[in-house]
């Protein structure tokens, strides 16, 4: 089963006219610098998750200069709890390239749009498409799921081959005109027809084309090559309380929440000795009291974070701790403009909203007995309290 690429652009132009999103933020007072900056944030994120931060951050920056002026930690306060936070740090680094490189343009060809970090060739085809109405194809997630169904592919779609396959197929059906509305229409029906479960054929203007559907495979495809089992690790976060203020540092500007704040935080589950020791060697604190506060599991797309968050409530300010220099003392009541991964957020709130009376020291030290058998206390052959 096979369609013509003038006949699919035909139907799904057609539907796009009758039933496509034409009223997205982004599609509002259309400039090539909004078109990027909803596209990254696009990139793995849904539509509805992404209007509220889309419009936060045009607000604070409306335009590319604004932003390659931007100070790293405010672009990441606004970023905070979308994730992926390399995007934004990309986006800073972008517009200031655009600055310095591009006469404060954003290119409109391939090439040097991918020089810019954090644009891949799809994410370059989106906007030359739909900033530019060049004929450049795009092959997300949405467009990769219509074309593997509309072929009835059952190959993995993640398998290299199969990936350049659909890429010559998103470029055959890609027209040279209205390119714009092809790209919004062929991404629309992914997500609001052709959705990951319960493909809504009846109502799809490809129906009578889709091999998938015709086979009544619809709901299978979609492939992917089965996904590795997500390792497990855990961390105890330790939050350091003074005076109602919450010792965070900031983390390297590369790897996981980079340039963002968090927690001190200790590989493995809570050990007493191990609390102890890292506070006195850090702060030259002596540790008296501590409770835990409820633990959660944060999910990376590589491995699973188990998160133990001890609180450890100190009297006086430790003089080892210099405030300025990537650490702060944090007030949650009068927050600053600074960005927190979301796990630390959760945390902060579990922090305001928990019983400082229950599980102090000695709850935490029968856990820790329960948990004294952890790899580092048997290697110190250290006892818990
Ligand atoms: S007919 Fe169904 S499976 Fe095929 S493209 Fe349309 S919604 Fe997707």
Redesign the pocket.
């Known amino acids: 089963m096979s369609i013509r690429p003038q006949q699919f652009q035909k139907l799904l132009l057609s539907w796009f006219d009758r039933h496509g999103r034409k009223h997205l933020p982004w599609q509002k007072n259309k400039t090539p610098y909004r078109v990027w900056i909803s596209e990254i944030m696009l990139q793995q994120t849904q539509v509805a998750t992404v209007i509220p931060y889309y419009e936060q951050f045009m607000q604070h920056y409306p335009d590319l200069s604004s932003l390659a002026m931007a100070n790293e930690d405010d672009v990441l306060h606004l970023w905070a709890g979308l994730g992926y936070y390399s995007r934004a740090r990309n986006l800073l680094r972008a517009a200031r390239m655009i600055i310095r490189d591009f006469a404060g343009k954003l290119p409109n060809n391939a090439e040097q749009l991918r020089q810019l970090p954090g644009i891949g060739e799809s994410t370059a085809g989106a906007i030359l498409s739909i900033a530019f109405n060049q004929p450049a194809a795009i092959l997300d997630g949405n467009v990769k799921?219509?074309l593997a169904?509309?072929h009835a592919v059952t190959q993995p779609v993640n398998d290299k081959k199969i990936e350049t396959r659909l890429w010559e197929l998103a470029k055959s059906y890609t027209p040279s005109r209205r390119t714009a509305d092809y790209t919004q229409a062929i991404m629309d029906?992914?997500a609001t027809?052709?959705?990951r479960s319960k493909?809504?054929?009846a109502?799809?203007?490809?129906?009578s084309?889709?091999?998938?559907?015709q086979l009544g495979i619809?709901?299978q495809?979609p492939k992917k090559k089965s996904a590795r089992k997500l390792p497990i690790r855990t961390s105890t976060f330790i939050i350091l309380e003074y005076n109602g203020k919450l010792l965070l540092n900031k983390r390297p500007s590369s790897g996981i929440w980079g340039g963002l704040w968090s927690f001190p935080e200790i590989p493995g589950a809570p050990d007493l000795s191990l609390l102890r020791a890292f506070c006195r060697k850090h702060y030259q604190i002596n540790v008296t009291t501590c409770r835990e506060l409820e633990s959660f599991r944060h999910t990376f797309s590589h491995y699973h974070l188990d998160i133990q968050p001890v609180v450890i409530p100190i009297r006086r300010k430790p003089a080892k701790i210099m405030e300025g220099a990537g650490q702060i003392w944090y007030n949650p009541s009068q927050p600053e403009a600074i960005g927190l991964p979301k796990p630390v957020q959760t945390i902060i709130g579990h922090w305001e909203n928990c019983d400082d009376t229950t599980n102090t020291l000695h709850e935490a030290a029968k856990r820790s007995r329960r948990i004294g058998t952890t790899a580092a206390s048997r290697r110190n052959g250290e006892k818990n309290l």
Do not use: E, I, N, S
Request: proline share 8%; net charge positive; hydrophobic share 45%.
């Open positions: 799921r219509v169904r509309l029906l992914g027809l052709c959705t493909p809504q054929c109502a799809c203007p490809l129906a084309h889709c091999a998938a559907h619809a709901d495809l």
